[in-house]
């Protein structure tokens, strides 16, 4: 069995961070006689070897036990990326103490895709055009001014959508194509 894997998992957005599991030996006498292996993340970095400015969340996340600043850790020339904290995991045989160790590097970067979705949702949400937004686009301020939305009201799979204009010609309804 290899002595040290990495495994490489995508944060989205073009980003990939890496979990680097290696079997440490055993215990110290005095410890115990369990043996030991050890986790430690690598986090994308910028062109110049600092934490990637998209994960930067400072206090709001700890991965790894370090907080998600510019300098968090070292920079790893060998992988091009900066490391968190190392954690060792014990058990009674390898396998075990390897998978321990998997486990918590994997949940530990799981914090940082739920984060990381979480700030893209709410992105989307704030930037999303309400109902009127979009009608408005399609009519003159003149038809904008007397319009009234007869159905729906919800943006939600909304292809077009009815609407009741007061114009200089008198009340009309249309049907606007909704371009999201």
Known sequence: MN?????????????????RV????????S?????????????????????DPRIEFGDRLSVGGSKLVKDVGYYDK???M???????????????????????GLKQLNKLKEALEERRVAYEKAMKKTLYDLIRDQLT???VNN??????????DLACVEVKVEGPDGPKTIVLDIVK
């Not at 115990?32 to 934490?51: E, M, N």
């Not at 900066?82 to 918590?104: G, H, I, N, P, V």
């Open 3 to 19: 002595r040290q894997m990495d495994y490489t998992v995508d944060l989205g957005e073009g980003l990939k961070a890496m979990v």
């Open 147 to 156: 319009c009234q939305v007869i159905a729906p009201t919800s943006l939600d």
């Open 22 to 29: 290696r079997f440490e030996g055993q215990q110290a006498p």
């Open 31 to 51: 410890v115990g006689d369990d043996v030991v292996s050890s986790a430690v993340i690598f986090l994308p970095t910028d062109q110049d070897g600092f934490l």
């Open 78 to 80: 060998e992988v091009k």
């Open 82 to 104: 900066r490391s968190t904290s190392t954690y060792r995991f014990s058990a009674k045989t390898m396998q075990r103490s390897m998978d321990l160790a998997l486990d918590w």
């Open 141 to 143: 301020s003149s038809e």
